[in-house]
């Protein structure tokens, strides 16, 4: 669905899919740059990041290994618990592997702080991050993040892979929700 589907959901649209498919398409170009003649497993964090994955992986014009982790750290409301912890592992030993971590936004950067010391420790070539967003105000946790889409004020965001209470995650769009829907 668009923006003009939920129109009355939506404060603002930050983000049209247009606008969104421009800057992963730059993303990816940066990668592909950077990576050159290695090879390369990009890891997408279920749930929110399977958006950002396809349309990243279909940018590439070379090949390209998928795999997915799931971790919990939100509840069901727009607060982070703090508290990570392994929903579904990697089914690629990284060892020695150059790895890109992909996920579509950083809050408090507590997921990926701990996700990337987490993969680090199992000895692959490299690991970076590459994300579509990035809340600078919010950050808890210092993350060396290597790609970003975008820096955005600390605000709730959907659309995109991005979910509140599931729903608006198959919006093309990303956009900020009216308080009416969380109120
Ligand atoms: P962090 O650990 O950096 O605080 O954020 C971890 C996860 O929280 C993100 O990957 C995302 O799933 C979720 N999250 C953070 N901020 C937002 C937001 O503005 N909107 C939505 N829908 N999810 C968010
Ligand atoms: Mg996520």
Do not use: C
Not at 112 to 137: C, H, Q
């Amino acid at each position: 669905m668009d923006a003009a589907d939920v129109s009355d959901d939506l404060l603002h649209v930050l983000y049209t899919e247009a606008q969104i498919q421009d800057r992963i398409k730059e993303m990816a170009a940066d990668i592909e740059r950077d990576y050159e003649g290695k090879e390369l497993l990009i890891v997408g964090i279920l749930r929110g990041a399977v958006m950002v994955m396809a349309d990243m992986a279909r940018s590439f014009h070379r090949h390209v290994e998928m795999d997915w982790m799931a971790v919990s750290s939100y509840g069901s409301g727009t607060k982070s618990s703090g508290v990570v912890r392994i929903l579904k592992d990697l089914d690629t030993d990284i060892s020695g592997r150059h790895v890109v971590i992909v996920d579509e936004i950083i809050d408090t950067g507590l997921t990926l702080s701990w996700l990337t010391s987490n993969l680090s420790s199992r000895n692959p070539a490299s690991v970076e991050i590459a994300t579509l967003l990035r809340k600078p105000e919010a950050l808890q946790m210092p993350v060396d993040v290597k790609y970003v889409g975008w820096d955005i004020p600390n605000e709730f965001v959907v659309g995109y892979g991005l979910d509140y209470r599931e729903r608006y995650r198959n919006l093309r769009d990303i956009g900020t929700l009216a308080p009416h829907v969380y109120s």
